[in-house]
Every structure is written in C-alpha cells, then in structure tokens.
C-alpha cells in the first residue's frame, strides 16, 4: 500500500505526521510505502528525511480574508501547488493522503480529492483552524485530540485520538534516571520550561525574571530558549557560574526533561499532548497572536480539567510568575492533583491510534 502524508508550516504539524509515519510503519512492517509531501520553506524537508521519509515540496503560502498583493501570491501559489500536487499523487497512485495541518495540505488534499482518493486528517487544536474546518467537508475520516473538538466536526466521521507524540514519551525514564542523564541534581525541585521548536521570547523574558525569586537552593531550572534567542538570554543573565542552578540550552532532549520534571512551563501548541503523556502539571503560555487563539483554547482546556496555570505574554509579570511556583512548589498535594489531571488527558498511543484508522481507510478504498 502507499501512503501520503503532509503537515507543514511548523515543528507543530510536522512532528504529528511524523509519528503516525512512525506507527504505520510498526503496523504495516514492509507493505507501506511513504512519502512526504510539504512546502519547501518549512521545517518539514529536513525533517521528513532526517526521519527516512521521501519528500517532495510544492508551492504554498498562507491565504487570509483581506486582500492585499501577498494574499494574491498566496492565492497563485495554491493552485500552483495543486496543480503540482495532482501529478505527483498521479505518479505515486497512494492509497490515501494523511494531513496534520498548515496551509500546504490544502492544496494536496484538494488534489488527492479532485483525483477521487480518500483522505484523512488530523487536527490538533480544541478548536479547528479554518484550513481544517475546510477540508473537513472532503474528508474521510477526522482525528482530532481533544473531545470538545468533536462539536466543530461532522460527528459521523470524527474519532477523538489523541495528539501523535513522540515514541520517547510513550517509554520514559525515572525521574532520577532522567536528571542524572542530564546532569541535574536529583534532590532539586526541577522546573522545565520550553518554547516550542520557535522559541518564545517574552516567556522567555518572564521567567528569566522570576528565577531570582524563585532561586532558594532548592530548586533547579533547565530553561530551552530556541537557537534564536540563545544569545540574547545568556548575555541578559550573565555568565553561568552566577546562575547554578539555571541551565539555558537552545535546545534540550525534551522527552528526557519532561520525565525529570516536577513543572514543566511551556507555550500551548503541540506540547500540551506530550506535557499530558508525561503526566507533568505545567504553567501555560499561550501564543497571543493568532487571531484564532487556537493555543489559549488548548490551555483553557486543561486549566478547566485541573491540570495547568495558564499565564499570559502581555500582562503576566516575573513576580506573578514567581508567585505561581512558589505556590505550587509548596504544594505538593496540588502538584500531585495537577499531575494526576494531566496523566488523565494524555493520550500516548495516539499515533497507533491514527495509523489504525489510515490503514482501515486504505483497505475500505482498496476493496471498493
């Protein structure tokens, strides 16, 4: 059988379609064959075949509602990119098409439609972006991680699956084991904090400013800033001998750090499926500027469930952030509440679950 997938844009599609290429391959062994099918200035080219997947790019960019002269490039390069894409799915005849989101999959989809073959997405978000409220209508099947999700989908052809995460957080180590392998103290209170696979500035900013308050002896912070903002953090907090027990990483293995954790900090895209695989309570900053808010959805979503403290960029300071984990860090019978919440919304075998679903469509297309 063949097999398509696309997601692009960011690490946040990316990585999903990754895993449940992952997961069909342990399903299927050798009767898959895979491609990936992306923009060619995304993350996703080096991605895909870092992870042994064949890509290719077409073009793609962003559409919105107004009209200006980079919305009519965009335009021009969606049916550029469709036009593309039905010769490349005609020369690889797949069984089915797989997207996790980003503009790309729009005109790979619509494609694979126009062709009259069958297609699955997957939505990460509480709240459906509207590329995948769009191509819900042509689809066979709808993934999406959360239940509240289900009410912006055709209910007939939704399943609630999870967020596909990474094989790592499905098998994870001790506490202990994890903060020796990171050369942590063991006996720390140890707060992780992330960015996502951009970086966050002003999270960055915040917490940078609440660790001298925080800083009791007790406690260890291990901070991934993003290679962007690298540079710019180590200059604002000075050389690390002042800072002992503050590591600032442009990135860390996060699937070990999240297993050391006592409070993970982190932005509320994709991340809140491995925060919750890893059963870690977390303080959540959502990205602010996305006119849909997908990722304070994400983190009302846990904030309603008791798993999460949701902080804001724009009116968040380093004392009430500060404030936070004081009072949680003396609260071990609400970090355990939190924790438990959290362990209950996670879904670790998600992509198996997709993969499932990818191979059921096939064989339905297959013997029609």
């Known amino acids: 059988m063949k097999i398509v997938l696309t997601g692009g844009g960011t690490g946040g599609h990316v990585y999903p379609a990754i ?38 790019s077409i073009p793609s960019g962003p559409i919105s509602k107004t009209l200006s002269l980079r919305n009519a490039r965009s335009l021009a390069m ?21 997207g996790t989101g980003g503009y790309v999959t729009a005109a790979i989809l619509m494609a694979q439609r126009s062709l009259g073959g069958p297609i699955v997405i997957h939505e990460q978000n509480v709240r459906p972006g509207r590329t995948n409220t769009l191509l819900a209508k042509i689809a066979d099947k709808i993934c999406v991680s ?32 994890a903060r020796r392998e990171l050369g942590l103290n063991e006996d720390l209170f140890t707060i992780v904090a992330v960015g996502g696979s951009q970086g966050a500035r002003k999270p960055n900013e915040i917490i ?22 690298i540079n710019e953090m180590r200059n604002l907090l000075g050389p690390p001998e002042e800072r002992s027990h503050y590591a600032v990483e442009a990135y860390i293995d996060v699937p070990l750090a999240f ?38 959805r994400n983190a009302e979503y846990l904030v309603e469930r008791g798993a999460a403290v949701m902080c804001e960029d724009l009116s968040t300071t380093s004392e009430q952030l ?27 075998d998600a992509a198996e679950r997709i993969a499932q679903i990818v191979l059921q469509v096939t064989k339905t297309h297959v013997g029609n």
């Not at 080096?46 to 992870?51: E, F, K, L, V, Y």
């Not at 006592?262 to 959540?284: C, H, K, M, Y």
């Not at 071990?332 to 939190?338: F, K, R, V």
């Open 19 to 56: 895993s449940i290429a992952q997961a069909l391959k342990k399903l299927s062994g050798s009767d898959a064959e895979l491609l990936y099918i992306g923009s060619s200035h995304g993350p996703e080219g080096d991605i895909a075949r870092n992870a042994g997947l064949e890509f290719i």
């Open 259 to 296: 297993a050391g954790a006592d409070l993970v900090i982190s932005r509320s895209g994709g991340t809140v499926a491995e925060i919750t695989a890893a059963g870690r309570p977390s303080i959540l900053f959502p990205y602010p500027y996305h006119k849909d808010q997908h990722q304070k």
């Open 322 to 348: 500060a404030d936070i984990i004081s009072r949680l860090r003396s609260s071990p019978q609400q970090l355990a509440s939190m924790a438990s919440a959290s362990a209950a919304l996670g879904k670790p």
């Open 146 to 177: 959360f239940e509240d999700s289900v009410d912006y989908m055709p209910k007939e052809k939704t399943e609630v699956t999870g967020l596909p995460i990474r094989a790592q957080f499905i098998d994870m180590s001790s506490k202990a084991d």
């Open 208 to 229: 940078a400013g609440a660790w001298p308050i925080i800083d009791d002896g007790a406690t260890q912070l291990l901070h991934q800033v993003g290679e962007r903002y």
């Open 78 to 98: 969606l049916f550029a990119g469709i036009f593309r894409a039905r010769k490349v799915l005609k020369e690889f005849a797949p069984d089915v098409v797989v």
